[in-house]
């Protein structure tokens, strides 16, 4: 499972540009078409996201201590 302090990788294969953008404010991660970036996880908890451009697409993460 996922631990504070881990990073994740996000990795968009599509033609559009995407976001993961977390509820909390914990990160905000733009993705332009091909694109990767990476997010340090700094807090505990359940981390629910979501693509501002495309609100219907989500997930969550799910960080121990």
Known sequence: GLK??????WVTLDRLEHTATARNGAFDVDLK???E???VLKQA???EFYCRFHP???GKL????
Do not use: Y
Request: charged share 10%.
């Open 33 to 35: 078409p091909g694109a």
């Open 37 to 39: 970036a990476v997010t």
């Open 56 to 58: 219907n697409m989500t």
């Open 62 to 65: 799910v960080v121990a201590r």
């Open 4 to 9: 504070v302090g881990d990073t994740v990788m």
């Open 45 to 47: 908890g359940t981390i």
